[in-house]
């Protein structure tokens, strides 16, 4: 089954065209760097940049694969969590190419998405397996029992980690998107330098919090200015520490209390070396296999749209004329009734 998958939730228009949820012909992304002028994700401004590149990006996407729209079987598009108005747009789009041509289209939660989208990259992933999905807009926690079939054990009440890690880049006097400057400096400073309190709130429960830790980080910035160069880049080891050691501890945390045996890291924190490796070590300790995806896997792109669709679509379904776009995870949950 050839798919092409469409992803806009936030400030990513991407295509990608992938055959059996296991081989990719294709993917595209283009990033809005429009963004970097106001230091963070403008909804408006994405919506209408959305618009500009969504007929290029698929066309790119089509003839990068070397297929035609008519050798397509199927569009997968993002339906949701995500901006509404980008949302709005792939929707959309997909929706019109699905009655132009007459082939079903189906609307894919971005979570399920990150989650699943190793499976071009391993014959491995298979549930049950704890999931976590860290990223600009989403921290969540999952129980994956089967594909479609998942138990949301926690999230952040606050900032979502890329959000946070984001903000204290921008404190940092660092560019948009911050994770991957907040790495690039944090690898010349000093980790265990300053003790930020950890980002969780009660050690039991699965939810997370990084607000707290984003505000030790003004109070101290702020405090401490002017900064030298070593003390920079000693608040953004000891910051990105706190990060990784919240997410790691609710990950172990998680794996143990459902017994878990693997586990997946997704989404596009999950570029962050840091976190890799002590997701590695941590999972490792426990016996658990861990599975994270590629970089260029982690981050929003329309490869992981496509898998999740063709799973979706294998399974029978096909999404309405009339399906909506939702903002919230839980309104998702809420519209698929589960
Ligand atoms: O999944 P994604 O591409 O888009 C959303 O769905 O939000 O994630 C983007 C987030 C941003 O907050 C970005 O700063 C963060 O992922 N990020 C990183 C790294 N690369 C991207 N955070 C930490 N370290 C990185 N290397
Ligand atoms: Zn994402």
């Known amino acids: 089954m050839l798919v092409l998958g469409i992803e806009t939730s936030c400030d990513d228009t991407a295509a990608a065209v992938v055959s059996d949820a296991r081989q990719v012909l294709s993917s595209v992304v283009s990033s809005q760097s429009i963004h970097k002028l106001y230091g963070g994700v403008v909804p408006e401004i994405a919506s209408r940049q959305h618009i500009r590149l969504i007929v290029p990006t698929v066309r790119t996407a089509l003839a990068d694969a070397g297929v035609r729209l008519e050798d397509i079987d199927a569009i997968a598009v993002t339906k949701g969590p995500g901006l509404i108005g980008s949302l709005l747009v792939g929707l959309c789009f997909a929706k019109a190419m699905s009655f132009a041509t007459g082939k079903p289209y189906i609307g894919v939660n971005h979570i399920e998405a990150h989650l699943f989208a190793a499976l071009v990259e391993t014959n491995e992933l298979e549930p049950p397996f704890v999931g976590l999905c860290v990223s600009g807009g989403h921290t969540e926690l999952m129980y994956v029992r089967a594909f479609g079939d998942y138990e949301l054990l926690g999230s952040t009440v606050d900032d979502a980690a890329g959000e946070a890690i984001d903000k204290v880049a921008k404190m940092l006097g660092l560019g948009f998107p911050g994770g991957p400057e907040i790495e690039t400096l944090s690898s010349g400073g000093d980790p265990s330098r300053i003790t930020f309190p950890k980002a969780r709130l009660k ?119 009339d399906l909506t776009a939702s903002s919230t995870l839980e309104e998702l949950l809420e519209i698929e009734g589960r």
Request: charged fraction near 25%.
């Open 203 to 321: 050690r039991k429960g699965h939810d997370m919090s990084f607000s707290g830790l984003k505000t030790a980080v003004k109070y101290f910035v702020e405090k401490e200015t002017p900064l030298d160069e070593k003390l920079r880049a000693d608040v953004a080891a000891s910051f990105e520490k706190a990060v990784v050691d919240a997410l790691v501890d609710k990950l172990s945390h998680a794996c143990r209390s459902k017994e878990a045996t693997q586990a997946v890291v997704a989404g596009g924190v999950a570029c962050n070396s840091a976190l890799r490796e002590a997701a590695r070590r941590a999972c490792a300790a426990l016996g658990v296999k861990l599975i994270v995806p590629s970089r260029e896997l982690c981050s929003d792109n329309g490869v992981m749209v496509a898998v999740a669709g063709t799973l979706r679509l294998r399974q029978g379904e096909s999404s309405p004329l």
